[in-house]
Structure formats: structure tokens, C-alpha cells
């Protein structure tokens, strides 16, 4: 009986040690081709197999990166997810900071883009970051962009979570706080978690209080935004401001 049981743990030794050069042989391919050749030609689940390993060795993070991405519906949902949901879904709080950490680089390598030019001629960029930003949060999220007289970006704040209800209260936020920055301009942003970005009765409302209150304090307001997974509008280009 010891002798089964000496064999039975040797073998399930051998097959773990198998198990981990198998996957440690993988990552080292994954590691050289990000290395050689940059991240492009990487499938997504790619992506997230590697962030994965750096915190759970020797196991094959295949599976679970490709689940991940198929339960959340995509690698932006997965990264921009609370670290509550994540560790619902099992994750070790090691490898959700790997995933919140992959997620606070992209979103800053995208913010430094709409930092280098005046914001209405870099029009792409900003909506690359803002959908990065908020297009994938469960919660409703307002941020507002303040501007100065150049239209260069002097700050980007989420003011806010909530619905855009009670506008008087939130543009006399919004107002007194370009004012304490000396902008002259901004952009207000809000999410739609439901993923429909078309403005609402409120949403148009708020605005137009905002324009009229920065009007009279000289704070001009060049657009809202609203972002939604399934896209973005602008009020501006829709002819609502």
C-alpha cells in the first residue's frame, strides 16, 4: 500500500512538472514574440494569457484568458470590470492589479494623445480615449474636459456618478469649477451602461442650461459626449447645441 502510494505521488510530481514546462515553454514563445515583433499579430486572449501568467505559474492561462474575455464580451469590458467583479469570477487580487494595471497604461498612453493638441482638431483621439475610458462602465459616469483659450486640455474630471438629473445642481458645479481653473472652454462626457449613446430628455436638458450658464460667465461649451459600447454621439454634430 506505501508503495502504491509513494508511485501515485511521484507520477502525479512528474505529471505537475510536465504540466508546468509545457506552459512555462509557451510563455517563453509568447515573451519571444512580443519581444521580437510587438504586441501586434497577438490574438486577444493572447493578451490576456500573458497578463495572466505573470501572477499564476505554472499553469496553461489559455482557458481562463479565453473565458474571461467570452464572459465579459471582450478585452475592454474585462480590463475596465470592478476588482469586486473580478473577484467574483475567481481572479487573486495579484492578477486583478495585473489586469487593472495593463488597464491604467492603455488609458494613459490614450489620454497623453489628446494632451499634445488642441482638442477639437484631434477629434479621434479623444473619442479612442473616451470610449477606452467609459464606454464599458456599469455605472453612469459624468467627466468633464476644461479647456483654455487655445482649446488645449487643462483638465479632465469626472465630476460625478449618477444620472445628469437635478441639472441646476450640477451645472452650477460644473460652472463654478471652470471658473476656479480659468478655463474658457469644455466638453462634458457621460457613459450610457445600458451601451445606447443617444442622449436623453435629461441629457439634453443639462446641457442646454450649461450653455446658457456659461454663456453669461464666459465658459463656452463646445460639445457633450456620450459614450456607449455600441458607439458615441456628439450633441453638437447631432444640431442639439
Given at each position: 500500500?506505501l508503495?502504491?502510494?509513494?508511485?501515485?505521488?511521484a507520477?502525479?510530481?512528474?505529471?505537475?512538472?510536465?504540466?508546468?514546462?509545457?506552459?512555462?515553454?509557451?510563455?517563453g514563445?509568447?515573451?519571444?514574440?512580443?519581444?521580437?515583433?510587438?504586441?501586434?499579430?497577438f490574438?486577444?486572449?493572447?493578451?490576456?494569457?500573458?497578463?495572466?501568467?505573470?501572477?499564476?505559474?505554472?499553469?496553461?492561462t489559455?482557458?481562463?484568458?479565453?473565458?474571461?474575455?467570452?464572459?465579459?464580451?471582450?478585452?475592454?469590458?474585462?480590463?475596465?470590470?470592478?476588482?469586486?467583479?473580478?473577484?467574483?469570477?475567481?481572479?487573486?487580487?495579484?492578477?486583478?492589479?495585473?489586469?487593472?494595471?495593463?488597464e491604467a497604461?492603455?488609458?494613459?498612453?490614450?489620454?497623453?494623445?489628446?494632451?499634445?493638441?488642441?482638442?477639437?482638431?484631434?477629434?479621434?483621439?479623444?473619442?479612442?480615449?473616451?470610449?477606452?475610458?467609459?464606454?464599458?462602465?456599469?455605472?453612469?459616469?459624468v467627466?468633464i474636459?476644461?479647456?483654455?483659450?487655445?482649446?488645449?486640455l487643462?483638465?479632465?474630471?469626472?465630476?460625478?456618478?449618477?444620472s445628469?438629473?437635478?441639472?441646476s445642481v450640477?451645472?452650477?458645479?460644473?460652472?463654478?469649477?471652470?471658473?476656479?481653473?480659468?478655463?474658457?472652454?469644455?466638453?462634458?462626457?457621460?457613459?450610457?451602461?445600458?451601451g445606447?449613446?443617444?442622449?436623453?430628455s435629461?441629457?439634453?436638458?443639462?446641457t442646454?442650461?450649461?450653455v446658457?450658464?456659461?454663456?453669461?460667465m464666459?465658459?463656452?461649451?463646445?460639445?457633450?459626449?456620450?459614450?456607449?459600447?455600441?458607439?458615441?454621439?456628439?450633441?453638437?454634430?447631432?444640431?442639439?447645441?
Amino acid at each position: 500500500m506505501l508503495g502504491a502510494t509513494l508511485l501515485g505521488s511521484a507520477m502525479n510530481e512528474h505529471v505537475g512538472t510536465a504540466a508546468g514546462t509545457k506552459a512555462g515553454g509557451h510563455r517563453g514563445r509568447l515573451r519571444k514574440r512580443l519581444l521580437e515583433a510587438g504586441p501586434q499579430g497577438f490574438h486577444d486572449y493572447e493578451l490576456i494569457e500573458y497578463l495572466l501568467a505573470l501572477t499564476i505559474p505554472r499553469v496553461d492561462t489559455k482557458p481562463l484568458a479565453k473565458r474571461l474575455i467570452h464572459d465579459f464580451g471582450g478585452v475592454g469590458p474585462l480590463l475596465s470590470a470592478s476588482a469586486d467583479t473580478l473577484r467574483r469570477e475567481g481572479l487573486t487580487d495579484p492578477t486583478i492589479a495585473a489586469l487593472k494595471i495593463a488597464e491604467a497604461t492603455a488609458l494613459t498612453l490614450l489620454e497623453a494623445r489628446i494632451e499634445e493638441r488642441p482638442i477639437l482638431s484631434n477629434w479621434d483621439a479623444l473619442g479612442d480615449y473616451l470610449h477606452a475610458a467609459m464606454a464599458h462602465a456599469r455605472v453612469e459616469e459624468v467627466r468633464i474636459l476644461f479647456l483654455n483659450a487655445k482649446n488645449m486640455l487643462m483638465a479632465n474630471e469626472a465630476l460625478w456618478q449618477g444620472s445628469v438629473d437635478e441639472a441646476s445642481v450640477h451645472v452650477r458645479e460644473v460652472i463654478a469649477r471652470a471658473i476656479a481653473l480659468g478655463a474658457t472652454a469644455l466638453i462634458i462626457v457621460h457613459n450610457h451602461p445600458s451601451g445606447d449613446p443617444t442622449p436623453s430628455s435629461q441629457d439634453i436638458r443639462l446641457t442646454r442650461d450649461l450653455v446658457e450658464a456659461g454663456r453669461h460667465m464666459k465658459v463656452t461649451v463646445h460639445d457633450h459626449v456620450i459614450v456607449g459600447a455600441s458607439g458615441r454621439t456628439s450633441m453638437r454634430a447631432m444640431g442639439l447645441i
